[in-house]
């Protein structure tokens, strides 16, 4: 029985830091295909599925595109995008090193972004970004991708 434990607990960490090791290239080649084809020019990225059937922009309108302004070092174009993109760039960065650090040492960083205060306080950004990002008056319309 121990021995099981043992192989099973082995193999488990095994695969989880493969996959660690998958998500980092994935997210890594995901920010080389945003950086260098503008979102704007090229028709490969996903468009935003509210958008295209309300015209109502979500609180992810326009990351792609301000991704792009930000790795090209447009830091208020990526702003006029979306203006929370600062704190997403936190978090995916965070994220994507905690699993560098995980595929690496089988451990990655402490997970903050999972907290349920830091989950609850950002879906209520994110409700009220988007709401106001959609009212037709200024100054909200400046929110507006």
């Not at 040492?105 to 349920?116: A, D, E, S, V, Y």
């Amino acid at each position: 029985m121990q021995l099981e434990e043992t192989i099973t607990t082995v193999s488990n960490g095994i695969s989880g830091r493969l996959m660690a090791a998958a998500s980092v290239v994935g997210i890594a080649g995901s920010s080389v295909m945003v950086a260098a084809f503008n979102p704007t020019d090229v028709h490969f990225f996903p468009v935003c599925p509210l958008y295209e059937l309300t015209g109502f922009a979500c609180p992810g309108c326009g990351l792609t595109r301000g991704f792009h302004a930000l790795f090209h070092g447009d830091m208020s174009t990526a702003l006029g995008f979306n203006a929370l993109l600062p704190i997403w760039a936190v978090i995916i960065a965070y994220v994507w090193v905690s699993l560098v650090v995980y595929a690496i040492r089988g451990k990655g960083l402490p997970m903050w972004p999972t907290n349920p205060a830091f989950l609850w306080t950002f879906m209520i950004v994110l409700l009220i970004f988007g709401v106001a990002r959609n009212i037709p008056a200024y100054p909200f319309t400046l929110l507006f991708p």
